[in-house]
Structure formats: C-alpha cells, structure tokens
C-alpha cells in the first residue's frame, strides 16, 4: 500500500519524493530557523482556548512511526490569532526523538539540534474534518515545542512516559492514568515562535501546515527520553527501536520565516 514509508533503508526519507510527489515539492517541512533572518510582523498575541482545562481523557498510540497522544474533552483546545487566519482545532500531539541526544528534533534553529521536538497539530475548524483539512492549503496548523534535556522529570511528561510501557509494539493504544491541561507541554513563553508555511513532515508531506515553533523549549529527563528509545516501530523499518523518527531539513527556497513584532 501507499503507506509504505520508513525513516530506514529503501523507503526513508531520501526516496520519499519518489514515492510520494508532494514530498518533492517547494514547501517542505521541517526547516533549519536562521534566526538573523526572520522578519518582523505586527499580529496579535497567539491565542490558545481550553489549553488550561485538563481533558476528560488521553490516550497514546504506537503508530509505528511515533508516539501519538490524544484527547477527549467537553470542548476541544483551539489557536487563532498570532498571525492565524481563522480558528485552528486540537487533533492530537506527538513526538519525533533520537536515538541520543544530540539529535531528534526535526526544526533545527540556528543549527541547533535538539534531542526532541513536540507537535500539536490542530486543523482549521471551517474546514469541519482533519481529513478535510490535509486537502486545503491552510488547513492544520501545527506548534512545534522544543525538548531540552533536564537533570529532573518534567512532570507532565512522568504519566505518559510510564503509558509508553503499554505501547511497545505498533498499533498499540494505552490511557494515561492522569491528565495534564495541553498547556503543561508548552513552554512558558509563547510570545516569541517563528511562523512560515510548510508541509506534513511525513509522507504524504502535503503542503498544508501553517507552523509555529516556539523559541522556548520544555525540559525532559534523559530518563524519560528512555522510555520512548525503548519503543518499537513499524515492521518496516530497518531498526529494533523506534528512534530518530525525524526528517532533515528541507530547503527554505523563497519562503521567508516571520515573527511578532512586540
Ligand atoms: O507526522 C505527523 C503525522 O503522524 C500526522 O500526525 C500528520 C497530521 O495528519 O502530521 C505529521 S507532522 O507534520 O505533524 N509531523
Ligand atoms: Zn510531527
């Protein structure tokens, strides 16, 4: 089938422009942030609705190709402002790491690799479906969170980590035994991200995510990093563990990266 792809061998990210016409396209994702050249922009603050309210429920997924979390709740989390066009929905969030940590993350910035990168991919709410939304040119928006390691466990991290032990094989699900509000995996400040238009980071790389990476990053412990090292990927894959599940950087080409001008 069509969803053959793999970060190993044959089917990894070098051949899936081959495999997959939008993944050869001009407006790829991820891409290195060249901070020295990222223009200024006067938009409104980001605006985030129901990050602070626990979900009744989460639950993760080995998809095969990462660990993916997602959510029930009364009303589902959305972004707008910040330069966003229209009100963009939770979907679900996942994880892209290395097998150490002096690699995982898939934006660079500056160059700088970090040994994890979070995403929150959320869809345009007018467009009533992720489904829908992957079709249309500004249909997701996804925020990007940088993972820095910590001496201590991040402890929204702590009962996720411990559901990863449920999940070692693909297609598993486990719940998370407590549930943190969608704010605790962001950093701080969310004032200052860096904004351009890119692609799904993986096959079929449709050239439709609006993305926001913000400049501050979470901490994990190399502890809890272990846990998702120690998960196991797609059959497919080259590799016993699911690890440096990230694509390389893709050229900018004529796109320009902006900010909020405070
Ligand atoms: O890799 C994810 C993929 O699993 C899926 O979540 C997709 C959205 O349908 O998004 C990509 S990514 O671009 O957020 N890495
Ligand atoms: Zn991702």
Redesign the pocket.
């Known amino acids: 089938g069509g969803s053959e792809w793999t970060y190993t061998g044959q089917h990894g990210p070098l051949h899936w422009g081959s495999m997959f016409q939008s993944c050869a396209g001009n407006r790829q ?2 891409i290195n942030i060249e901070t020295l050249n990222v223009k200024q922009e006067y938009w409104k603050p980001l605006s985030l609705k129901n990050y602070e309210k626990a979900p009744s429920r989460m639950r993760v997924k080995n ?1 095969g ?2 660990a ?1 979390v997602e959510i029930d709740a009364p009303v589902a989390p959305r972004v707008s402002g910040g330069g966003l066009k229209g009100e963009y929905i939770f ?2 969030f ?1 994880f ?1 790491w290395g097998a150490d940590s002096t690699l995982g993350s ?1 934006h660079t910035i500056d160059g700088v690799r970090y040994p994890m990168e979070l ?1 929150m ?1 959320h ?1 345009k709410g007018s467009y009533g479906t ?1 489904g829908e939304a ?1 079709k249309r040119r500004d249909g ?1 928006a ?1 925020l ?1 969170v940088m993972l820095e390691v910590s001496n201590s466990d991040n402890p929204a991290l702590a009962p996720l980590a411990t559901a990863l032990l449920n999940v070692t094989d693909a297609e598993m699900y486990a719940e998370i035994s407590a549930m943190y509000p969608l704010k605790a995996f962001l950093p701080r400040n969310i004032e200052k991200f860096y904004r351009y238009e ?5 096959p079929t ?2 050239e439709v ?1 609006t993305w926001t990476v913000f400049d501050e990053a979470i901490s994990i412990s190399e502890r809890q990093l272990e846990f998702f090292r120690s998960l196991h990927p797609s059959e497919l894959e080259e590799v016993p563990i699911l690890v440096n599940n990230f ?1 390389p950087v893709q050229p900018l080409g004529p796109r320009e990266i902006r900010q909020r001008n405070k």
Request: glycine share 8%; aromatic share 4%.
């Open positions: 994702s991820p998809n190709h990462s993916q979907a679900q996942h892209h898939e995403h991919v869809y992720l992957v997701l996804v990007g890119g692609s799904l980071t993986t790389c449709n995510v694509r």
